[in-house]
């Protein structure tokens, strides 16, 4: 049985480090939930500021990384569980984004709706990633869940 439980960014992190597929740790969080199964930790969602500015408003909240060893049902029930978690700290919408090769099945799983494409192929300015490979050149998919929506 799958259960939620609290870790911290260092332990998101580690885990993140270990399992996910294209993305590095993140350098900040809001908070980080986790979720396990029989006591292992099987998966971790960490949440913060949206990384785009224009999406900052005070009132919005991203997943800016989500990842899991590939335990059924894991990411539904993160994305799931960082949505009530922002809902009770007052935030009014919860953003993240996808692959435009990933399907968002564990997203709509979790009541969150498709936004369409966002993003480029790559980043620019000064912040832009110093090794080329750091981030896959795809275009990317934001998601959406907020109050008023389907809760």
């Known amino acids: ?3 939620l439980t609290p870790v911290n960014l260092k332990t998101a992190n580690a885990f993140v480090q270990q399992y996910h597929r294209h993305h590095k740790p993140t350098q900040g969080h809001k ?3 986790g979720v396990s199964e029989n006591g292992t930790l099987v998966g971790v969602a960490i949440c913060g500021r949206p990384v785009a500015r224009r999406l900052d408003d005070g009132h ?4 800016n990384r989500l990842c899991t060893d590939g335990t059924p049902n894991a990411c539904s029930i993160l994305y799931a569980a960082a949505y009530r ?3 009770a700290m007052g935030y009014n919408k919860v953003i993240t984004y996808s692959l435009d090769t990933e399907s968002g099945a564990s997203l709509k ?3 969150y709706i498709c936004e369409g494409r966002a993003g480029g192929l790559e980043w620019n300015g000064a912040k832009a990633p110093k090794q080329a490979d750091q981030y896959p050149r795809q275009m990317k998919t934001r998601w959406v869940k907020k109050k008023g929506g389907a809760e």
């Open 85 to 87: 978690a922002a809902r």
């Open 31 to 33: 908070f980080s939930i």
């Open 1 to 3: 049985m799958l259960t």
């Open 109 to 111: 799983a979790a009541g």
């Open 60 to 63: 919005t909240l991203e997943v």
